[in-house]
């Protein structure tokens, strides 16, 4: 037995040729025709798709060769490009090491007398201490990291400060200092007060 059809493809004729041989008796010949009509059936059905092409055109009228459309699954190929991490900081470099003032230490009132009796077991007592024997004593009235540093070195007050500026603006955010047009630390009257109330004689007899 042999059935022949055709399907219209893209202008093409697509012709398919099946022959079958076989002895069968009589009552058999109506379901083994059906199931070869079947079976022709099922040999003309749709295809599976395939992948879309598109055409780009230019100015003059000609087309390009059909390219596939990308794969948008893979991230390299539709552009997505990862995100560049942050460059991390490097450890900040430290204030370099204030320098030596010339101012005397020694005449009268010296600053270990100023000093004597006062509690100056804190750094900001110190740094209180230092500015207020400048101004009252010294006629310096705005001070520097370069001062305090000068006053420790003199009195031998430990000098392992990493900002010698960090107590001097530490103090003014408390209002014991002040600071001037020259970028110095003045102390204030309320500084003054506060050296006084921490004992001794501030150098007096």
């Known amino acids: 037995m042999a059935r022949n059809s055709s399907v219209k493809s893209s202008g093409l004729s697509k012709i398919r040729f099946v022959m079958v041989e076989a002895e069968l008796e009589t009552g058999d010949i109506g379901q083994v025709t059906q199931a070869i009509q079947n079976a022709l059936r099922s040999s003309t059905a749709q295809p599976p798709p395939v992948k879309r092409l598109t055409t780009t055109s230019v100015a003059n009228g000609a087309t390009l060769e059909p390219e596939l459309e990308p794969d948008d699954s893979d991230d390299e190929e539709s552009g997505i490009a990862e995100p560049t991490p942050a460059k991390a900081r490097g450890p900040r470099k430290p204030p370099p090491t204030p320098n030596i003032v010339d101012v005397d230490m020694n005449a009268d009132v010296s600053l270990a007398s100023f000093a004597q009796g006062k509690d100056t077991k804190s750094q900001h007592k110190k740094y209180l201490t230092a500015a207020a024997w400048l101004k009252e004593h010294r006629n310096?009235?705005?001070v520097t990291a370069d001062h305090?540093?000068?006053?420790?070195?003199?009195?031998g007050w430990p000098t392992n400060i990493l900002d010698f500026w960090q107590p001097l603006r530490?103090?003014?955010?408390?209002?014991?200092?002040?600071?001037?047009?020259?970028?110095?630390?003045?102390?204030?009257?309320?500084?003054?007060?506060?050296?006084?109330?921490?004992?001794g004689s501030n150098g007096a007899g």
């Open 140 to 142: 310096i009235n705005g």
């Open 170 to 199: 530490e103090l003014k955010a408390k209002r014991y200092f002040t600071r001037n047009d020259a970028n110095e630390y003045e102390i204030n009257h309320l500084g003054l007060d506060y050296v006084r109330k921490l004992g």
């Open 148 to 155: 305090i540093y000068t006053c420790f070195r003199s009195m």
